[in-house]
């Protein structure tokens, strides 16, 4: 089992940046790839950015892409989602998560929450108008 936690959530203003961290512990050696997802009030979890750890392939959705940037450092098992141009529609809960139980045949399929293995409690993000 591999334990995450993320931080750095928060309140910022319209056009400002955030960067959001995600510890891992535990089986880390197990991980094939991780990803973050989002969820506001009212709408489903969101898909917003995955990395491949064996390639660092990484992927997001149309909507993101640009703004979001995923990283990590291997030093800390730390993987870090940078979020610049904040919009108030960024507004939601960040979860990662974890893919353990075996590649995955393309990075497009870390787009859905039923591939990971392992979650973070989460870190609310507020962007203010």
């Known amino acids: 089992q591999v334990q995450l936690v993320e931080s750095g959530g928060g309140l910022v203003q319209a056009g400002g940046s955030l960067r959001l961290s995600c510890a891992a512990s535990?089986?880390?050696?197990?991980?094939?790839?991780m990803g973050w997802f989002r969820q506001a009030p009212g709408k489903e979890r969101e898909f917003v950015a995955a990395a491949v750890w064996s390639s660092g392939q990484t992927y997001y959705p149309v909507s993101v892409k640009g703004r979001f940037t995923i990283s990590r450092d291997n030093t800390k098992n730390t993987m870090y989602l940078q979020i610049n141009s904040l919009k108030p529609e960024d507004t939601a809960v960040y979860y990662c998560?974890?893919?353990?139980?075996?590649?995955?045949?393309?990075?497009?399929?870390?787009?859905?929450?039923?591939?990971?293995?392992?979650w973070g409690q989460g870190t609310q993000v507020t962007v203010s108008s």
């Open positions: 998560a974890a893919r353990r139980r075996a590649p995955l045949y393309t990075i497009r399929h870390y787009d859905t929450a039923a591939n990971y293995d392992d």
């Open positions: 535990g089986r880390t050696f197990s991980i094939y790839g």
